[in-house]
């Protein structure tokens, strides 16, 4: 699975773990068509089954 990847510096990490409620790393979250976003249940990518069923429920929501 491909995706867009974000290397942030210390306040902008703080800013987007306090704004995902992110408790480690690394962090993947689902950002939706209307920019609303939710935390990935799935892990990793490499959970795939787990992701697409995420993802599907995050775009018919």
Known sequence: MTGT???ANNI??????????????PTYII?????????????YPMETK???KQIE???NK
């Open 5 to 7: 990847n974000i290397l």
């Open 12 to 25: 902008l990490t703080k800013d987007i773990m306090e704004k995902v409620k992110g408790g480690g790393y």
């Open 31 to 43: 950002i939706k068509k209307d920019g609303t976003f939710e935390l990935s249940k799935a892990g």
């Open 50 to 52: 787990k992701l697409y």
């Open 57 to 59: 429920d995050a775009l």
